[in-house]
């Protein structure tokens, strides 16, 4: 019987459609991942700058101890904000 219907190809058929209001619920979720996978992000890669930071560092404290002569730290710029 080609042409009707039967009851799961029906079933079927209306659950293929999503309301708007559906798509922007999902359409919602998938920013907010988004998001937070960008903060993390974010985060690892301000922890690695300073992990880096701080390696260079003790590597050029070790340098100068080896060599006999004090270690003078390279002073670090922090800007101060006014508010």
Same mark, same amino acid.
């Given at each position: 019987m080609k ?9 079927? !058929? ?8 559906q798509?922007d619920t999902?359409?919602e979720?998938i920013?907010a991942?988004?998001? !937070?996978?960008? #903060?993390i992000?974010d ?10 930071r701080?390696n260079y560092?003790r ?6 101890? !080896?060599?006999g002569?004090v ?8 800007? #101060?904000? !006014?508010?």
């Amino acid at each position: 019987m080609k042409g009707k219907l039967t009851d799961a190809s029906r079933d079927r !058929e209306r659950t293929n459609f999503i309301t708007k209001e559906q798509c922007d619920t999902q359409a919602e979720r998938i920013a907010a991942v988004l998001r !937070e996978r960008k #903060k993390i992000g974010d985060d690892r890669r301000m922890r690695d700058r300073e992990y880096q930071r701080q390696n260079y560092d003790r590597a050029l404290a070790r340098y100068y101890k !080896e060599r006999g002569k004090v270690s003078k730290q390279p002073e670090r710029r922090v800007e #101060k904000r !006014e508010p």
